[in-house]
């Protein structure tokens, strides 16, 4: 069975990464780590190590929000939220990467 390749992001993708599934809820720094494992397919994985100066720089920024819960296994972590200014940021960057990757495709396809 072959195995998969793990990915690196790309400066910057983490935290757009990281805006985008808070668009969909609350998450602790867990959740978003297996979510990102899960939902690329394995491809990508993120360490604690750069997540969560990541969440910081977000918080810092006034793009997160941070509060105390109990997460799934009932123990206390630290949950992230998405701010108005994160859903604003989250749109940008969005648009950004539509721009940034069809620069992309363009060049690859016709270079």
Not at 60 to 81: I, M, P, T
Not at 92 to 106: I, K, L, N, S
Request: glycine share 10%; proline share 2%.
């Amino acid at each position: 069975m072959a195995r998969k390749q793990k990915a690196d992001l790309l400066q910057g993708t983490l935290e757009l990464l990281v805006l985008r599934l808070l668009q969909s809820g609350a998450l602790n720094g867990w959740d978003i780590m297996q979510r990102i494992r899960l939902v690329s397919g394995d491809v990508l994985s993120v360490t604690p190590g750069a997540l969560y100066p990541a969440l910081h720089r977000l918080e810092e920024r006034g793009l997160v929000a941070a509060g105390w819960g109990a997460s799934d296994n009932n123990r206390r972590a630290k949950f992230y939220s998405l701010t108005a200014a994160g859903r604003k940021q989250l749109q940008a960057e969005r648009q950004t990467w539509a721009r940034f990757t069809g620069a992309v495709e363009a060049l690859l396809r016709d270079a």
